[in-house]
């Protein structure tokens, strides 16, 4: 996830990397059906839209699924974008609700599948996603799976703030909250994460 780029401080949400008035010009030949245009606006937005994906649902593993059924409802309703300064905080609606029906769509799965093993009498196998199986060692794996456990109202803005370096203007204009309301929620996930995370890392 590439959070190097410095975020804007402006209520706007424009893109990091192009100006207004190239997102402006991106946008509307996207909205023609230019597939170039259509490329470039997921380049540049396919970090920090995936980095929402797993912010919302905490799970690491829906992420590659999701993000495809993102940028497919995005195509769909591209036209329906009237300000395309607004792009941003536009996709992150798109983003936070498909998460969250595929959330939803997850869990009503392995209840049933709950229900099925214990008519068979087989037991949880509980796999590891693909970010744990990647973590590598410990103290990753300890931060992850702490990440993870936090409430979405918390987890939210801690990863716009802490993997893609969002500003809080920008965060409280996605998430429809006042500047001190993301501050406190990220205090608090802050503190949450330390207590997770007391004795297991040094």
């Not at 905490?58 to 792009?87: C, H, I, S």
């Not at 893609?164 to 920008?170: G, I, L, N, T």
């Not at 406190?184 to 007391?198: H, I, N, P, S, W």
């Amino acid at each position: 996830m590439n959070g190097s780029a410095s975020p804007s401080n402006s209520s706007e949400m424009t893109s990091m990397s192009i100006d207004a008035e190239s997102l402006r010009q991106l946008v509307a030949e996207a909205q023609q059906g230019d597939r170039i245009a259509a490329d470039q606006l997921v380049r540049e937005h396919e970090a920090w839209v995936r980095s929402a994906i797993y912010a919302v649902s905490g799970r690491a593993d829906l992420v590659d699924d999701v993000a495809q059924q993102v940028w497919e409802r995005a195509w769909t309703r591209l036209g329906t974008l009237k300000n395309p300064r607004q792009l941003r905080s536009w996709l992150y609606t798109i983003a936070r609700n498909t998460a969250i029906d595929a959330g939803l769509a997850q869990q009503r799965q392995r209840t049933r599948a709950g229900q099925m093993d214990d008519r068979d009498g087989t037991h949880d196998r509980r796999q590891k996603g693909p970010a744990a199986a990647a973590a590598g060692n410990e103290l990753q794996e300890a931060l992850l799976q702490a990440v993870q456990a936090l409430p979405a109202l918390y987890r939210e803005p801690f990863v716009l703030r802490h993997l893609e370096d969002w500003s809080y203007a920008q965060i409280g204009q996605v998430l429809g909250l006042p500047v001190e309301s993301v501050e406190t929620r990220l205090v608090r996930a802050r503190r949450m994460l330390r207590e997770m995370l007391q004795g297991k890392v040094e």
